[in-house]
């Protein structure tokens, strides 16, 4: 793992942001680089997406990052039983990545997941819509701007009207 991550440090080193070691090895990488650091990755043995997420960084209190959003995706090699952690700011003014689907199939659904949540795009991506929202939703409701009172409203809409279908009132 040594050789690998020594190899990661030069290859990728224009590309590179920050590399640290928490529980695993994690690459903070710029947009431009990642594609190939993710298939170097992937031809090295890290062959499982395990996941892929958005942070968003909104007023982020310990400390100020460039970015407000950040891709984040944790790839394991199952031969080694190796996880590796690769993290991509995503600027809030060209909010997109690159797809993975055409590496990993799953990546569909983390990718859907992540647009629906916080609004990025992913360039590449074969059907990039609404997953767990409805196709109507105004708004990303992960984001740390995302008004919660409107949810409180609908919220308290729909309670109304069904205590007062249940009394057998009109709505």
Known sequence: MEELLKEIQEKFSKYLLKVEERDCPVFVIKRE???????????????????????????????KKEERFEVVYHLYDMEKKTLIRVKVPIPENDCWQYSLTSLWKTANWFERECFDMFGI???????????????????????????????????????????????????
């Open 33 to 63: 680089g990642f594609l190939d650091l993710i298939r170097f990755l992937k031809e090295a043995g890290f062959n499982h997406l395990i996941d892929l997420c958005g942070v968003d960084y909104l007023n982020y209190k310990p400390e």
């Open 121 to 171: 795009k992913f360039k590449g991506h074969p059907d990039l819509r609404r997953l767990l929202m409805p196709e109507d939703w105004e708004g990303y409701p992960l984001r740390k701007d995302y008004p919660l009172y409107l949810e409180e409203e609908r919220e308290w809409k729909f309670y109304k009207e069904f205590k007062a279908k249940a009394k057998g009132q009109k709505v």
